[in-house]
């Protein structure tokens, strides 16, 4: 049996339509997805509770999908089953997003739990190579999205975001703990104007199982009111949400989006 271990936005649901059996689905507390009610929320301090729960369920595989914000500790709230687990907890809530999910899946996989990634049950989610849409990207633009794929080799190493923005070969902003929203917003008022490329990709070594990066037609919304000229994906390491939705997102705002080979 299959749980689902749901976070924010439309990754979840979009999962479920693809499943052919309904899978368990819990949520933590306050980050519930879009069109779906939990079959349980919890809290991080009832961690082991929920592992118990799982197992007596006969739940064998899990799968993350949706984001969440990193959890603060309520000591006050730890109970009986997860005061084992606290220091791996306090362990993997200081270190990078990737330490932390990789510390998060070992507990479940000591538990007896099979981690499954989001693409293994919709494989549409990593589109092929190739550009999708009527502008196409330029020389320069070619040189910033290999530019932007170094610089996140680099910082992906430090475990420091998956997206960033380079123009004329120098870097706009890089993603960091806000997320990618958060990034774009920033440039919306950019004193140089317009242009340059949105890069996203996996970090290098990232356990592909959990946490691979997602774009939709928000992000391509996003990028067009940061005057950008268009999206760059790595190929097999960002999932599109309804691909032909953002294909369509983006010929409407003008921008090329591009499935890169790394």
Known sequence: MLALIAGEGKLPAVLVENLPDLPHIASLQGHDPDHLVPDRRFRIEELGTLLAEFQALGITEVCFAGSIARPRIDTSRIDA??????????????????????????????????????????????PVHGVFTT???????????????????????????????????????????????????????????????????????????????????????????????????EEDGVMVLDLAAVERAADECGLFLWVRTP
């Open 81 to 126: 089953a997860t005061e084992p687990l606290v220091p791996r907890i306090k362990v993997a809530l200081e270190k990078g997003d990737d330490g932390a999910l990789r510390e998060v899946l070992s507990i479940f996989e000591e538990a007896g739990m099979t981690i499954r990634a989001a693409h293994e049950f919709a494989a549409a989610l990593l």
């Open 135 to 233: 502008r196409k990207p330029s020389s320069q633009n070619e040189k910033d999205a290999a530019r932007a794929a170094d610089v996140l080799a680099r910082t992906g190493i430090l475990d420091i975001g998956q997206s960033c923005v380079v123009h004329h070969g120098q870097v706009l902003a890089i993603e960091g703990q806000f997320g990618t929203d958060w990034m774009l917003a920033s440039l919306e008022n950019r004193p140089d104007g317009r242009g340059g490329v949105f890069y996203k990709a996996a970090k290098p070594g990232q356990d592909r199982r959990i946490d691979l990066p997602t774009i939709g037609v928000d992000t391509v919304a996003r990028a067009a009111k940061a005057g950008l000229d268009g999206l760059v994906l």
